[in-house]
């Protein structure tokens, strides 16, 4: 079974949504683990986003990447430039490490419609990603 970390900058979002996706699409062919530079909580526009898309991720839970530093890592998947740039040391013998950066919704000011649509353009961004990566690396 292959590890895979997906890392954001604070594990409340882009990452959380990705984790949702990649344990519904490797249908147990990996352990999935979220983590983020920082801890910034569950963010409850991706909670509900996700819902609409019947994954439910209101039980995950805003880690720390220094919590997985036991975990030898098949996959280091960076979902924002932030993470990617300062990611610390991740002691994974042969972790592939990949990165896309994916608009973040969480920024986004305006009407609760310009935040839903934010939300629903990060996701479906998200889930197409990892959708492909799973069909080409599990």
């Known amino acids: 079974m292959k590890n895979i970390l997906v890392l954001c900058t604070g594990n409340s979002c882009r990452s959380q ?8 699409f490797s249908q147990g062919k990996a352990k999935i683990y979220s983590a983020g530079i920082e ?10 986003i996700m819902k609409e898309d019947h994954i439910d991720i209101s039980n ?6 220094d919590e997985y530093e036991n975990i030898d890592f098949d996959y280091i998947i960076t979902v924002c430039d932030h993470a ?3 990611c610390p040391y ?4 042969n972790a592939v490490r990949l990165h896309h950066n994916f608009f973040d ?3 986004v ?3 609760d419609s310009e935040i839903h649509n934010a939300f629903l353009k990060a996701r479906n961004e998200i889930r197409s ?3 492909a990566f799973v069909n080409e690396k599990l």
Not at 43 to 48: L, Y
Not at 60 to 65: D, E, K, M, Q
Not at 90 to 93: A, D, N, Q, T
Request: aromatic share 8%; proline share 8%; net charge positive.
């Open 17 to 24: 949504m990705a984790h949702g996706y990649l344990n519904t």
């Open 84 to 86: 990617n740039e300062n």
């Open 109 to 111: 000011v305006g009407s």
């Open 129 to 131: 990603y990892f959708q």
């Open 60 to 65: 995950h839970t805003s880690n720390h990447v």
């Open 105 to 107: 919704p969480s920024k």
């Open 39 to 48: 801890t910034h909580g569950l963010n409850p526009g991706a909670v509900s």
């Open 90 to 93: 991740i002691p994974s013998k």
